[in-house]
């Protein structure tokens, strides 16, 4: 158990709420693993802020070429997610979001 | 009485007396109804995402409502067939926001250009910053 102690050791100057993170180790092939559980991006921002005039949070939330990105892959928690699918569809109705981009080639 | 929002796209070319005077237009369909204006922004002219009935620009104009469902149904109607409209949505919402993010002046008269360029930064911008996924 003295790798997981370390590893809280280094963590915990780092990062400020230990009590999200989730640390799992086991010995398979005597290799380690260190998995992380990841926590919603979104945490500190209230749901009244995902709205369709908020065109900088809803831009990190777009693939290159102007799809929205899964929860599987940003993490976000199901409620903002669906806060985040609907203000998109809105933006794309008032010409605030092109709903497609082209490939650069 | 329920909250609204509408949100409408007036054409380019309009000056801005005219697209006040539109704004007021819509304005006393909701006052005749019995409803009442919580507050108005005008967002300047932006640049269109994508082009609409022919327009690369337009004027956007937010309007908070708080009304009864009759005055919504004769705004959507009137703003159907008002040709200077290029866009128009209403949405019912929970609580008004009190500033939209892309709120520059109440009015389209008292816009000005500086105004866009000096305004500051959100509350959440540098939480934002930080956000990075690889699809």
Known sequence: MSIENNYKANNSATSENNED???????????????????????????????????????????????????????VELKKQRAIANAIKRARQLALISPIKKEVN | MALYETVFIARQDLTAEDVDALANKFCNIITDFKGKIVSKEYWGLRNLAVRVKKNHRGHYILINVNANFPA??????????????????????????????????????????????????GKYDLILEQFQFDS
């Open chain 2, 72 to 121: 919504i149904a004769e705004l959507k109607r009137v703003m159907g067939y008002t040709e200077d409209v290029i866009r128009s949505s209403i949405f019912k919402v929970e609580a008004h926001q009190e500033e939209s993010q892309l709120f520059i002046s109440h009015t389209a008269k008292d816009f000005k250009p500086n105004l866009a360029a000096k305004k500051q930064a």
């Open chain 1, 21 to 75: 993170t989730f640390i799992k180790i086991s010995l398979v092939n005597q290799s380690v693993f260190i998995r992380k559980k990841k926590s919603c991006p979104l945490r500190d921002i209230p749901i009244t802020e995902i709205n369709y005039g908020n065109l900088k949070l809803l831009n990190k939330f777009l693939s290159e070429r102007g799809k929205i990105i899964p929860a599987r892959i940003s993490n």
